[in-house]
């Protein structure tokens, strides 16, 4: 069974930095997407930031290029979102997602478009930013 546990969230004030980690155990598939998912009260979920577990370059959200980076430590089974530069607008609660995918454009689908629920989902980590 696929386990996700994240962690590092916490407050902040804007322009800090903080940085998410997600662990992944028991994964039965060789390649897939990992990726963060955010959803702020009264807001629909949005993809943040997705990366190909076979490589290639990550996906980001408009709302978070040049501020957001994410990596995987495939050593570690652990997948990193870096986030700079935080505003108000990024306070959220951050869900970790992984799921089989047969090639990178099913990661890139998870930050254009509307996300469905397939896949494991992490039990999230909120993260706060003050003005």
Not at 47 to 56: K, S
Request: proline letters at 4%; charged letters at 20%; one cysteine or more.
């Amino acid at each position: 069974q696929v386990q996700l546990v994240e962690s590092g969230g916490g407050s902040v004030q804007a322009g800090g930095s903080l940085r998410l980690s997600c662990t992944v155990s028991g994964l039965t598939y060789r390649s897939g997407c990992m990726g963060w998912f955010r959803q702020a009260p009264g807001k629909e979920r949005e993809g943040v930031a997705a990366v190909y577990t076979d490589g290639g370059d990550p996906y980001y959200a408009d709302s978070v290029k040049g501020r957001f980076t994410i990596s995987q430590d495939n050593a570690k089974n652990t997948v990193y979102l870096q986030m700079n530069n935080l505003e108000p607008e990024d306070t959220a609660m951050y869900y970790c997602r992984t799921d089989a995918a047969p090639t990178t454009l099913v990661c890139m689908s998870w930050v254009y478009e509307r996300p469905n629920d397939f896949g494991t989902w992490g039990q999230g980590t909120q993260v706060t930013v003050s003005s």
